[in-house]
């Protein structure tokens, strides 16, 4: 009988083989410790601050950065309201716009 070697995950960053020892799970897949990293600031990621939005991962704040609600009116009040899009790290779209979308305002 031939010898069949062991399939490993692919790390959906990567595309290389993800070991037991070096795995960090998400959305559902296995990572690379070292590919487990914000994809907007590239911070490291961990399981107590990593979201997942198509097939990317991102940390909390960058995460509502790109996919949040914009604008005012949103959230706890002012004093929590950010304006902040990540564009100076390089986000340079949003999933969500503040501009009005009825003709007659805009």
């Known amino acids: 009988m031939p010898f069949k070697p062991v399939e490993h ?16 799970l998400a959305a559902g897949q296995k990572w ?6 914000c994809g907007l600031c590239h911070k490291s990621l961990d399981s107590t601050n990593a979201t997942e ?34 564009a100076h790290l390089g986000n340079t779209e949003t999933q969500m716009s503040n501009k009005p979308t009825d003709p007659n305002y805009g």
């Not at 960053?13 to 070096?22: G, L, M, N, T, W």
């Not at 960058?62 to 902040?84: E, H, V, W």
């Open 9 to 24: 995950p692919k790390c959906p960053k990567c595309s290389k083989s993800v070991y037991a020892a070096e795995e960090m």
């Open 53 to 86: 939005h198509g097939g990317e991962l991102y940390c909390k704040q960058c995460y509502g950065r790109k996919f949040g609600p914009k604008g005012y009116g949103f959230g706890q009040g002012a004093g929590t309201l950010s304006m902040d899009t990540g």
């Open 32 to 37: 690379h410790k070292t590919c487990f990293k």
